[in-house]
């Protein structure tokens, strides 16, 4: 069964991926029931540019798919400069997905950074760390699963009652630093 994995980031007090894994089969119906969370003529949903009201109706019905959607949450304290700490998150987002059966994983179009998380996820692959996964960038009013994601990162980060309401979707949340032993790929 393919298992894809749809992820965003949230640069707020730290850096965190957060990540919403769909089954294959339910790809269409989980992407039809984001596509309403849309309000009025908007191209896409974007978290921090919606009203409440809006953020509070798609919450209940993200909730609604539990079962078809997991959330995984992969963070790193604001300890290191932030390319340091994504590369981190995505190593272990990587990591996470390959144990998970994830068959292609969709990262939000970031331009100055998809070249690290290329080489990143591909050095995995390469020395057998993780399995083969198809992997890409997409924009976000592209691909409405990110728009999952995206609210999934906003609320984690929000905490509070924000972070307790996502929680029933929540299947891992790391808290990753620098991975022992092995240098990140720093590029000068």
Same mark, same amino acid.
């Given at each position: 069964?393919?298992?894809?994995?749809?992820?965003?980031?949230?640069?707020? %007090?730290?850096?965190?991926?957060?990540?919403?894994?769909?089954?294959?089969?339910?790809?269409?119906?989980?992407?039809?029931?984001?596509? %309403?969370?849309?309000?009025?003529?908007?191209?896409?949903?974007?978290?921090?540019?919606?009203?409440?009201?809006?953020?509070?109706?798609? $919450?209940?019905?993200?909730?609604?798919?539990?079962?078809?959607?997991?959330?995984?949450?992969?963070?790193?304290?604001?300890? !290191?400069?932030?390319?340091?700490?994504?590369?981190?998150?995505?190593?272990?987002?990587?990591?996470?997905?390959?144990?998970?059966?994830?068959? !292609?994983?969709? $990262?939000?179009?970031?331009?100055?950074?998809?070249?690290?998380?290329?080489?990143?996820?591909?050095?995995?692959?390469?020395?057998?760390?993780? !399995?083969?996964?198809?992997?890409?960038?997409?924009?976000?009013?592209?691909?409405?699963?990110?728009?999952?994601?995206?609210?999934?990162?906003?609320?984690?980060?929000?905490?509070?009652?924000?972070?307790?309401?996502?929680?029933?979707?929540?299947?891992?949340?790391?808290?990753?630093?620098?991975?022992?032993?092995?240098?990140?790929?720093?590029?000068?």
């Amino acid at each position: 069964m393919d298992r894809h994995l749809y992820s965003d980031e949230s640069k707020v %007090d730290g850096f965190r991926f957060a990540g919403a894994v769909v089954d294959g089969e339910d790809l269409h119906r989980v992407r039809r029931e984001v596509l %309403d969370w849309r309000v009025g003529t908007a191209r896409r949903w974007h978290t921090s540019k919606e009203k409440p009201e809006a953020r509070d109706r798609a $919450l209940r019905r993200l909730l609604r798919l539990a079962g078809s959607v997991d959330i995984v949450i992969v963070e790193h304290a604001k300890t !290191h400069p932030e390319f340091v700490a994504r590369e981190a998150c995505v190593d272990a987002l990587a990591r996470w997905a390959s144990d998970h059966g994830v068959t !292609h994983w969709t $990262l939000e179009q970031d331009a100055p950074v998809e070249y690290r998380d290329r080489q990143t996820i591909a050095m995995l692959m390469r020395t057998g760390e993780i !399995h083969r996964m198809r992997y890409r960038h997409e924009a976000g009013p592209a691909e409405p699963l990110l728009w999952i994601a995206d609210f999934a990162a906003w609320l984690w980060t929000k905490g509070g009652a924000f972070r307790e309401a996502l929680s029933p979707l929540v299947v891992h949340h790391e808290v990753v630093a620098e991975p022992e032993g092995r240098r990140l790929h720093h590029a000068a």
